[in-house]
């Protein structure tokens, strides 16, 4: 095994192409930090790094990536216009950004090895991308501005996505820019298995988000209310344009972040920093609910995503035990329960058999008040006369399965071998600021060869857990039998190790998915060198 020399790196995303040790001294300072916290070791050291040879988003070895991979031979073409408009959301009339016209934007549906071609037409007042969560993607079509991309020019840009969609299962796709993706710029992308063995009869897709703006503030006022510093530097370099907000804006995101942190005994205490008004499942709140229909009897399965910028759900059916068969779209071992728990950017898909009646599905916030419904109703059900039922179904205290019970299914494991290269970083919080950050001898050398086994071990020492997330490769988690996620909670003062095969070259981002922690610093870079 191989490991780096040290320095302490706290980096920001706009300073990711830098590539040195440098890069989080500066992120740090401009954030409050004297040069003296964020020393970045020795000049000896600093040229080391300056002297590997790295592979770049352009590089061959990207395209030869890609070539290798097995197609179907089909091509999935779709367009996406990002846009400000209107939305309904239960009666109530919001201002916002969206992919066509809707709270959440289109689901896109393809099979595994389909090559997938999506224009995005860019008709917002700030620049954009756009990321394909959790897609083992070519690297220059990853949607992480400035690193792999020039981000889509604003009101009239255009890009097009060209991509190869190798692995089955359920992903998301999101803006990258800024905090975008905490208005309507996300959606679910689902990739068929024509192997599947589920056992499903039909499936359906349940996206759940945290809903602020419009509702009386945006979510640049809401990070300004948390760090001033930060929203003070804006988000030029990965893709957006400078905060703009009103006072009155300023006001409620001050309310909506002093109502108190949450609590929750699975995820290891403080939960989040945001009271969010309203809470959405398909873009709709629980008055006014997307109804899921089904056959009763028919074996039917709910890809569920968080798709929330900042909050953690409690997920159950009533009158209805779960089967979990996949996370993230990589199939674990059949489990049943009664209610699970999915961080920011989880994936969880489970099967339930389908009971005659209108049955509430409840996504309640975990740790604090606050939920999202809607609900599963038979074909022979008539609807219910008030389908809110306040998030309240004894399902959610029942059976808790957390994803450290959860096991993988024998046909996904990663294969056993040696680890070349073993990394430790520390996740962190700068005092009692809201600054947060990825620290220690390894955060900004992160360097891997194609070919080799990577080990990163997390050591969170904050007070608040963490959602971590790989860009471009999904990881196996050894404590948790070889669990294969692309992003995994992370708990305060706990220790987690991933493990994963550096077999897509490029530029790869590695960050925490509460959107408001990777603004304030919680993301580092791993780089392929040659």
Known sequence: MTRPGSGLVLARRRFLRLGTLGVGAVGLGALGFGATACSSGTSGQQAVATELDYIRPTDPEVAAAEAARATSGATAAFALAAGVGAVDL????????????????????????????????????????????????RNDMDGAAPVTQEPIGADGGRFEYDFVAPDPGTYWY?????????????????????????????????????????????????????NPQVAGHGHAGHGAGPAEYTDADASVAQQITSAGHGDSVPLGGMTQHIAYPLHLINGRPPNDPAVVEAAAGQRLRLRVVNAAAETPYRFAVAGHELTVVAVDGFD???????????????????????????????????????????????????????????????????????????RPAESVLLENRDVDRDYRVELIQAGDRYVWGMAGPDAGRLVMKEGERIRITMVNSSPMWHPMHTHGHTFAVPGYGGLRRDTVNVLPGTELAIEFDADNPGEWMFHCHNAYHFEAGMTANLRYIR
């Open 174 to 226: 999101h803006s990258h820019s800024g905090l975008q993706a905490d208005r309507g710029l996300f959606g679910a992308m689902i990739i068929e298995d024509p192997n599947d063995a589920t056992g499903a009869d039909a499936d359906a897709v349940l996206v759940l988000d945290d809903w602020v703006d419009g509702l009386g503030t945006t979510p640049d006022a809401v990070l300004a209310a948390l």
């Open 90 to 137: 239960g009666g109530r009339i919001v201002n916002t950004w969206t992919y066509g016209g809707a709270a959440v934007a289109p689901e896109l549906r393809l099979s595994k090895g389909d090559r997938v071609r999506v224009s995005v037409d860019n008709g917002l007042p700030q620049e954009t991308t756009l990321h394909w969560h959790g897609i083992r993607i």
């Open 332 to 406: 674990v071992q059949p489990t049943t329960a009664d209610t699970v728990i999915l961080g920011m950017a989880q994936r969880v898909d489970v099967l339930v058999t389908v009971r005659s009646g209108a049955w509430p599905i409840v996504a309640k916030v975990e740790g604090r008040d606050g939920y999202a419904s809607t609900v599963l109703r038979s074909h022979d059900a008539v609807p219910m006369s008030n389908p809110d039922v306040g998030g309240d179904i004894p399902e959610l205290n029942g059976r808790l399965v957390a994803e450290s019970e959860l």
